[in-house]
């Protein structure tokens, strides 16, 4: 694990050089997804780029959470919801029925609208991923990830005088840095955010978007958001849906500033939405 | 001109008749609810308070029993006729003992040439099975043969109900000394009484005590002077004619104090002789009879003698069938309960499993004793009458209650939580029981216990299962021939002597007890459970 991690430095730090020629994460192509006999999304392809945020925009009900739930497999859970096209992580195929959901959700991480910590302590919360997949032998060394995981999450200086309290009695914003020191334990490259900062306050919104700042550096982080601002400030990638549609795709700054279409303008001028 | 009282009608004040109208009726409504809401309750209250109060106060008397305390000389004729001192033989005996109680009864009480039928009055103060302990005592000691041992000898129940005050409306008086006693023991005795007005007391109370519901059925009175009870036959004036019943076999002494006892049944409507009565007063006034703890409620097993029965088989048997039914309930339910609820495809299948699930919660308890009967004993052979078989019955019977509660306590948890557990990789199989399970055990125990709970209570289908059989042995395992605590109860209650209603009084407290000892054990578990999580 941690020669991958080396390998991926490195090319990391290439394409920070170059930001036209960022390696491609994930690669979506031709997804469509149905629940029952309603399509929710519609032939979409998207390249995610490694070491960025990209974010995902668009009114209620586009299909942009649907779309994300794809990259982890989220959506095979729904009974009635089938997927189909081809999304390449690293080159393999994660929809290939010989892939396993659960290995995949451990290096694609999520984070939720709501802070869903489990009811168990704050260590606990955070151990459980990796002991689950076997990443830490022995406590020391479990202490170790935990530790770190915090630090990533920028919560340890607020907890590590209790870690053994529930996770659910920290205050909101607290919980969904703690739900993203969960995500990030396992060691995940992907880490999909579902409106993470929907039920935060404006103070705990700015501490989790600075924190999505810093974990660009080693992640790729695909976020779905309804407030444009957020968009602007943490993203790189802006991808604009409409009715499961993909319609529009660039650099936030372009897709801010000199959208193409028409419906993108609209949007995110607050015409409609 | 403008006026301040222009403008729309209600400006300035909310406060019109009509709002306050509304508003009147709104509290009514308000109250009204409120007082269903409170007479509900009151009326539970008051049926479960009620309910309480007639069992316990029923119950109260089997809590406690009279004994004789009686100087017994085990004499080896009657109770090792071959010398052979062997402790099983000896135990085996019960007609020796019987017969060498009866024989020193007599001896203590009758004449010689007693009539038959008053013998058996005697003996009828004690059953037949009476001796039972003194056997057993013996068999382990046999050195004490041919000694003299104080035994408590478990009076009938029909005088230990006198004793507690039971078989007939009674009053004791004092009617003052003896002024004369005349005639003979064998053919009537003639007392006058010394004073007029115990003369007249003793009329009036006659009067008080004759029941008016009753045609020809006048009070009697049984008269103690000094130590003999005699029986009053007539009177004239201050002349009372007796007839003797028990005691020291002697006319009344001039100057003796007496005594009546006035009874509203006479003994033909009693299931106490007048004889019996005497003898049991002389036996008090002697300081020989003691009121027990019944400790034979819990160490016994059933027995056709009330006075000898027991709970001790049916809790036996009642906790090894709760047992397999406890074996066999809650894992069931509780997988079953997880894999429709997190596992099974939501189809057409599992949605007519859902349905039968949720009608079999209703099906009449009769109905899967029959089931118990064609499958476990005519189909697979087992025996009758074991606590495996009724444990099955019973698991099946409540493995509906168990499913359901599950499912609702499974469906309770939030689904956040399944998503959590997935996004960091978890598996299906591991987010259920890493993190839904133990969140929805509470839930699961509740209904687990009350599943439990229900299974105790239920008699129908044990029934049919043959546990309705007598069984005078606590059972060995579930193997073994058994009953259960509320069969037992409904055989008692169908017990034609009246001992057995404060019997079955006290064996309904048993299973009272049992209940709220199982809901006991769930709270603090379910505590547990929730102070973990």
């Not at chain 2, 019109?16 to 009514?28: P, Q, S, V």
């Not at chain 2, 429709?340 to 099906?363: D, G, H, Q, R, Y």
Request: with cysteine.
């Amino acid at each position: 694990m941690d020669g991958n991690m080396e390998h991926f430095t490195q090319t990391k730090s290439s394409a920070r050089a170059d930001a036209a020629s960022a390696p491609i994460k994930v690669d979506c192509q031709n997804i469509d997804v149905y629940y029952g006999d309603k399509q929710a999304i519609e032939d979409i392809s998207l390249e995610i780029e490694d070491r960025s945020v990209t974010a995902f925009i668009g009114p209620s009900g586009c299909g942009k959470s649907t779309f994300l739930r794809c990259i982890n497999r989220m959506n095979d859970t729904i009974e009635s919801a089938k997927v189909t096209g081809k999304i390449f992580m690293d080159g393999a195929n994660i929809n290939d029925p010989s892939i396993d959901p659960v290995l995949l959700r451990s290096r694609v991480g999520m984070v939720f609208q709501k802070p869903n910590p489990f009811p168990k302590s704050i260590y606990d919360n955070i151990a459980y991923g990796p002991r689950i997949h076997g990443l830490a032998s022995g406590k020391a060394e479990m202490d170790e990830v935990v530790e770190n995981s915090l630090r990533k999450a920028g919560l340890w200086e607020e907890v590590k005088d209790r870690l053994p309290a529930p996770g659910t009695g920290l205050s909101g914003g607290q919980q969904q840095r703690l739900c993203i020191a969960r995500a990030i334990a396992v060691s995940p490259e992907v880490i999909l955010m579902d409106e993470p900062c929907s039920a935060l306050d404006p103070i705990a919104t700015a501490k989790i978007e600075e924190l999505i700042d810093e974990l660009r550096e080693r992640y790729c982080i695909v976020i779905v958001t309804h407030s444009m601002q957020q968009a602007a400030r943490v993203s790189q990638k802006t991808a604009f849906f409409h009715l499961g549609k993909l319609i529009e795709y660039g650099d936030t700054e372009r897709i801010f500033t000199n959208p193409e279409h028409g419906r993108t303008q609209d949007y995110i001028t607050g015409r409609f939405g | 001109m403008s006026s301040p009282t222009e403008g729309p009608a209600n400006t300035g004040s909310f406060v019109t008749e009509e709002a306050l109208r509304r508003l009147k009726k709104r509290h009514g409504a308000e109250a009204r609810f409120k007082l269903y809401g409170q007479l509900a309750i009151g009326i539970a209250i008051v049926a479960l308070v009620t309910l309480l109060i007639s069992i316990f106060g029923q119950a109260s008397s089997a809590f406690s029993r009279h004994v004789l305390s009686y100087d017994l000389n085990i004499e080896a004729s009657y109770v090792d006729p071959d010398g052979t001192r062997d402790p099983d033989e000896i135990a085996r005996n019960v007609s020796g003992f019987n017969l060498m109680l009866q024989d020193q009864l007599a001896d203590e009480f009758l004449p010689e040439d007693a009539d038959r039928n008053v013998q058996r009055e005697l003996y009828g103060m004690f059953t037949r099975l009476a001796v039972l302990p003194i056997a057993r005592a013996t068999a382990d000691s046999p050195e004490t043969i041919g000694s003299e041992q104080i035994f408590n000898v478990a009076l009938a129940d029909d005088i230990d109900l006198f004793l507690k005050g039971g078989v007939s409306a009674r009053k004791s008086i004092e009617i003052g000394e003896v002024a004369a006693g005349e005639g003979a023991i064998e053919s009537g005795v003639t007392l006058t009484l010394a004073s007029q007005d115990a003369t007249e007391k003793l009329g009036a109370t006659l009067t008080e005590l004759t029941r008016t519901d009753v045609d020809n059925a006048p009070a009697v009175a049984l008269i103690k002077a000094g130590n003999t009870w005699y029986r009053l036959e007539g009177s004239e004036d201050r002349n009372l004619s007796l007839t003797y019943l028990a005691g020291p076999r002697m006319l009344p002494s001039n100057g003796a104090a007496t005594e009546a006892l006035v009874l509203a049944q006479s003994q033909e409507n009693r299931t106490v002789t007048d004889r019996q009565i005497a003898w049991t007063e002389i036996l008090r006034a002697q300081g020989r009879i003691k009121s027990k703890i019944n400790t034979t409620l819990f160490t016994n097993s059933d027995s056709t003698y009330p006075e000898l029965a027991g709970t001790a088989a049916a809790i036996v048997g009642s906790l090894l069938t709760m047992l397999v039914t406890a074996l066999l309930a809650i894992p069931v339910g509780i997988f079953a309960a997880v894999y429709l609820e997190e596992f099974a495809p939501k189809n057409k299948l599992t949605s007519l499993i859902e349905v039968n699930i949720n009608n079999l919660a209703a099906v009449p308890s009769i109905v899967f004793g029959l089931l118990g009967a064609a499958v476990f004993i005519n189909f697979m052979g087992l025996p009758r009458s074991v606590p495996l078989v009724g444990g099955l019955v019973l698991g099946l019977l409540v493995l509906p209650t168990v499913i359901i509660a599950s499912r609702a306590a499974l469906t309770a948890v939030p689904p956040s939580i399944r998503t959590a557990a997935l996004g960091v990789g978890a598996s299906k199989t591991q987010s259920v029981f890493h993190h839904v399970l133990p969140l929805a055990a509470p839930g699961i125990m509740t209904g687990a216990i009350i599943g439990m709970a229900r299974a105790l209570g239920e008699t129908a289908p044990l029934l049919l299962i043959g546990m309705v059989a007598f069984v005078a042995e606590v059972p060995d395992g579930p193997m073994d021939e058994s009953t259960v605590l509320p069969v037992l109860i409904y055989k008692w209650s169908t017990g034609a002597e009246r001992a057995w209603e404060p019997q079955t009084a006290a064996a309904i407290i048993v299973l009272l007890v049992f209940l709220v000892l199982m809901n006991l054990i769930a709270i603090i578990l379910r505590r547990r459970f929730e102070r973990r999580w």
